[in-house]
């Protein structure tokens, strides 16, 4: 079942946050989050196990809420760099090794 | 330093000509997987190996076939490609021996079908 994110896009001036969250309707094992920028390969922000947690990447942060089976990622003070189509990938129980993609969320920031 | 590289990077073949897609990783990961990933839309994964183990997507069409001779080394077919499976084909890897483990993701090869 794939996560479904939102918002589908987002635009920001250089310094401004965004939120963009994901949420799945299966129990969740793990929620990862990537940042693809045009042409190029994902590449991976962080992960996060359930449990709750919440983690730090710089001035991207991200959390877990497992009874809520959904995951939220914050860009704090917008970056150039930050733009591009954010994914998260949803794992659920078993150690299946798969990760099953959302549809993403192209943040474009402006100066 | 690279760690997964896929060859070619860009790779353009007729309507029906069979093509094939490398990957191979200086990780030395257990579990490899091979997504499609059409314009704007999410990679979707059509196969993965644990070790020499295959594990096929139940949705990945009968047209495509991989193979994994060697820990390092994982290939995807397309026996007849048609215009649909003009994409972008991307191999990952995992160690997947900690539940911290993620995907890493090489840069992927662009097939154009003609």
């Known amino acids: 079942q794939q996560p479904v994110q939102s918002p589908q896009a987002v635009i920001l001036r250089e310094g401004e946050d965004a939120v963009i969250n994901c949420s799945s309707s299966?129990?969740?094992?793990?929620v990862h989050w990537y940042r693809q920028k045009h042409g190029e390969a994902p590449v991976f922000l962080m992960i996060l196990l359930k449990g709750g947690e919440q983690k730090g990447h710089e001035k991207i942060s991200a959390s877990f809420n497992e009874k809520k089976q959904q995951s939220s990622l914050y860009l704090t003070a917008s970056q150039l760099s930050y733009s591009g189509t954010y994914f998260c990938g949803t794992e659920k129980g078993g150690s299946n090794y798969k990760l099953t993609f959302g549809k993403g969320t192209l943040l474009t920031v402006n100066p | 330093d690279a760690m997964v590289i896929q060859n070619p990077r860009y790779q353009v073949t007729q309507f029906g000509k069979p093509v094939t897609l490398s990957c191979s990783q200086t990780l030395n990961h257990n579990v490899m997987y091979w997504y499609q990933q059409k314009s704007s839309q999410a990679p979707k994964l059509l196969f993965h190996?644990?070790?020499?183990?295959?594990?096929n997507e139940a949705d990945t069409p009968d047209n495509f076939q991989s193979r994994r001779p060697n820990t390092s080394f994982c290939f995807l077919d397309i026996r007849s490609p048609g215009l649909g499976d003009a994409a972008m084909y991307l191999c990952?890897?995992?160690?997947?021996?900690?539940?911290?483990?993620?995907?890493?993701f090489g840069p992927g090869t662009r097939l154009t079908v003609l």
């Open positions: 190996y644990y070790d020499k183990d295959f594990n």
């Open positions: 990952a890897t995992s160690p997947r021996d900690r539940d911290t483990d993620t995907q890493y």
């Open positions: 299966k129990a969740l094992y793990s």
